[in-house]
């Protein structure tokens, strides 16, 4: 029987945030040994891909250990990044004592940072392989947004990322480098790698592979893939720009049974995209333009959805900022929603409040003061107040538990407005479905998201308007004070790429 033990630590860091990732940030989300069975079983994630794989498979048996997440945010505290390595690693040692492994698999993301750690996924693989050493094979499975390092490549022995952005393949990659590792164990044999970093960086807003140029570099991979029964895998990381570290940027990543195939296939699909970079600029929107557009659209049985992109949880962003929320209850549209400002004060004194009644309070904006100023709110009608649980029906983690906090429904005009006290990127109309509210009853939707939103959403909405308004996962690069990141790239300035 094949043993391989898995666990992992996924964080997506956005330097420019101030809120630091702690132990009390992770409390919830740091699950060990069954825990992380129970948490993940029939979850379309990355580790219910590991877990599902490994079942399809007789010869093989799953050993859990440590797998912690954390919504993304700013820097992960250094202690908590030590923690949750020594745990992986003494976890995976007490696991191999007990019978040895044979392979390890790791969920990491590939856009963490920590204090005094820039590479947080180079360090957790490093210590992996320090403790097993040059023989064990080793197996990480990446986010798209991944910043690959040097790191990450020399201490793995296979990475692959995802394809899609919404991200509804994670389920698909994890077990197919589950897969992958188990042959590896089978016939003992290591993949040849090759990485081609592009002087490119990529925002968010300009990722989406359900159609346009993003899409059409996820089809070409999938075609070299089948093109040459030799290479394994070909990844196009966009990057991840808000995490300002010196490898930060676009790159392509290609596995294969020989190196001459990495090398020619990572050049050719690099080429490929860097000749269509052009392509991927995207419309963004004020706040005041996009209610002008969305408003614009002819009416029908489905609403139209504003996502507010630049304060993206899911991007590191305080999701408490104030420029969409503010022109909507400006415009007070029959049948407008927002969903969700992130406010556990207001949440609270909603609830105290207590439904039916009315409630005067700041609304947002605390955070920081990059997101805008809090809203004046009085006499705010509270329709509905929650536990903020619900069950994600996206394809994009289908069946993963969301917990928003205690959560509730203000009514100001004609405008419905969800206060959470937890941050996390909506994916679907849990944010709604949390607090009574139904989509179909919607006619303008406003949400805090860059692209994830969009697989659930597609068809149910007549239309999807982008909004750059200020903050930190915003669209225009030029905004940002970077510091690491190599200002010579593509778009920041007219770089030039050769193929080495």
Request: hydrophobic share 40%; charged share 25%.
């Amino acid at each position: 029987m094949m043993r391989i033990g898995i666990g992992g630590f996924a964080h997506e860091t956005n330097t420019f945030s101030n809120i630091y990732v702690t132990p009390q940030l992770l409390a919830t989300r740091w699950h060990e040994g069954q825990r992380m069975v129970k948490e993940n079983l029939g979850v379309h994630n990355y580790i219910g891909g590991f877990l599902d794989e490994a079942a399809a498979q007789p010869d093989v048996e799953y050993v859990p250990t440590v797998m912690a997440t954390a919504a993304p945010s700013g820097m992960v505290q250094k202690e908590t990044l030590e923690a949750i390595r020594d745990r992986i690693v003494e976890m995976l040692l007490a696991a191999h004592k007990n019978a040895p492994l044979d392979a390890i698999a790791l969920h990491l993301h590939g856009a963490a940072v920590a204090d005094g750690y820039p590479d947080v996924e180079g360090e957790i693989i490093r210590r992996v392989r320090d403790a097993f050493g040059p023989d064990m094979p080793i197996g990480v499975v990446l986010d798209l947004h991944g910043n690959i390092t040097d790191a990450m490549m020399e201490y793995a022995d296979l990475l692959i990322g995802v394809k899609t952005y919404p991200h509804v393949d994670e389920y698909d990659a994890a077990r197919i480098m589950f897969a992958q590792l188990c042959d590896m164990v089978r016939k003992g044999y290591k993949p040849f790698k090759r990485l081609v970093r592009l002087p490119w960086v990529m925002t968010c807003s300009e990722g989406l592979t359900m159609n346009g140029p993003a899409h059409d570099v996820q089809q070409f991979c999938i075609a070299c893939e089948k093109e040459n029964d030799d290479l394994m895998q070909a990844t196009f990381f966009q990057g991840f720009p808000y995490s300002d570290i010196k490898e930060t940027g676009v790159s392509v990543l290609t596995m294969a049974k020989t190196q001459e195939t990495a090398d020619a296939f990572a050049n050719k699909i690099a080429r490929y995209a860097w000749d269509k970079r052009h392509e991927f600029t995207v419309p963004v929107y004020g706040a005041e333009e996009a209610m002008d557009i969305a408003l614009a659209i002819e009416k029908s049985d489905k609403p139209v959805v504003i996502n507010e992109s630049s304060d993206n949880c899911g991007g590191g962003a305080p999701g408490d900022g104030t420029f969409l929320l503010r022109e909507m209850l400006k415009r007070n549209v029959e049948g407008s929603y927002f969903g969700f400002i992130y406010d556990p004060e207001a949440a609270l004194e909603a609830a105290k409040a207590g439904v039916g009644n009315t409630v005067s309070l700041k609304l947002g904006g605390k955070m920081d003061n990059l997101h805008g100023e809090p809203i004046e709110l009085t006499d705010a009608y509270v329709k509905c107040v929650s536990d903020g649980v619900y069950i994600n029906h996206s394809p994009k983690g289908f069946g993963d538990r969301y917990n928003m906090g205690p959560s509730a429904c203000l009514v100001v005009g004609n405008v419905h407005i969800v206060v959470s006290s937890a941050r996390r990127q909506p994916k679907d109309d849990g944010v709604f479905r949390m607090v009574g509210l139904s989509y179909e009853e919607m006619d303008v939707v406003a949400l805090k998201s860059s692209q994830h939103f969009k697989a659930w959403w597609q068809d149910k909405s007549r239309g999807m308007i982008p909004c750059d308004s200020p903050g930190i996962n915003s669209s225009d690069l030029h905004s940002f004070n970077f510091k690491n990141l190599n200002l010579s790239y593509y778009p920041l300035q007219d770089a030039t790429w050769e193929e080495e």
